[in-house]
């Protein structure tokens, strides 16, 4: 495995969020860091590099990792965390909006994966760590799409790490629980939301738990800290949390209490009986 000093890392959604978060903070420790963005380069001066990849499309990331790999000579970490998420009853997305979310969250990551595995297993070392969320482990009313899509990252993992250990590439899932980013002023509703759904109440009340919560959780350099500790150790475990005691707390409890109290306990918390 390279020296941490110098090694080579492409961020995706590095324009904000968590995914600056990482890039600034790696950047600060000596790696060599790509910033991947729809946007050619953003209007931004930071201490690392841009590259620009729409992450929904196949060519524009294979040119992207194409372009890390020209300039840089080689790719040791990808990090996967563009993403975006809807809000809205499940009855009321449309296959449109669950694709959309299911394009980036999950297809943009196995482009991803495809792009730069190559790479890795012909140099016999790689991280690929994925910024998945807490709400791939416990999903929550009125983003059952977004949810969705951050549990299938979570079996994609699961079986991806099996079949690359062998390469000497190691595959990690970081998942964030409630983060102070802008994802919570941009959030994005279904468009049935607004049409009068029979869900409207219910889900006014869900989402505004969700956006206290957001707006009062940790920061995003508590997932950059998490990621830059992962990169250093040599057999990281497959699942890390970076998320407030609470929460952590609450994920652990899933494995233990009979389903119907926790859903019960849900459903009280989110405010949808």
């Known amino acids: 495995m390279p020296d941490q000093e110098g090694r080579v890392v492409l961020i ?3 324009s ?5 978060a990482c890039a600034r903070r790696l950047a600060q420790k000596g790696y060599r860091v790509f910033g991947a963005s729809r946007r050619a380069q953003p209007e931004m001066e930071e201490p690392f590099s841009w590259v620009q990849m729409d992450v929904d499309d196949e060519s524009s990331v294979r040119r992207g990792v194409a372009e890390v790999l020209e300039l840089a000579g080689r790719l040791d970490v990808l990090i996967s965390n563009a993403g975006i998420g809807y809000a809205g009853a499940v009855e009321d997305t449309s296959l449109e909006e669950a694709r959309e979310t299911f394009e980036t969250n999950f297809f943009g990551t196995l482009r991803l994966c495809r792009a730069v595995l190559p790479h890795m297993r012909a140099r016999g070392c790689g991280h690929i760590l994925v910024i998945g969320s807490l709400s791939g482990l416990i999903a929550q009313p009125f983003q059952g799409l977004y949810s ?3 549990f299938a990252l979570e079996g994609l993992c ?3 790490r099996m079949e690359v250990r ?4 190691r ?4 998942e964030p629980g409630d983060t102070r980013t802008g994802f919570t002023a941009h959030r994005r509703w279904v468009r049935a939301a607004r049409a009068g759904s029979a869900y409207e109440q219910a889900a006014r009340r869900a989402i505004a738990v969700q956006e206290h919560d957001e707006t009062h959780g940790v920061s995003p350099e508590r997932t950059a800290r998490t990621v830059e500790r992962v990169l250093r150790l040599r057999s990281p475990r497959l699942r890390y949390k970076a998320a407030g005691a609470f929460q952590r707390l609450a994920a652990s409890f899933k494995r233990f209490v009979p389903e119907t109290w926790f859903e019960w306990g849900l459903r009280k918390y989110y405010r949808v009986d």
């Open 171 to 174: 595959v990690v899932l970081i």
């Open 166 to 169: 062998p390469f000497g590439i």
């Open 148 to 150: 969705a899509s951050k």
């Open 16 to 20: 904000s969020g968590i995914g600056l």
């Open 158 to 160: 699961e079986a991806l």
């Open 12 to 14: 995706t959604g590095a």
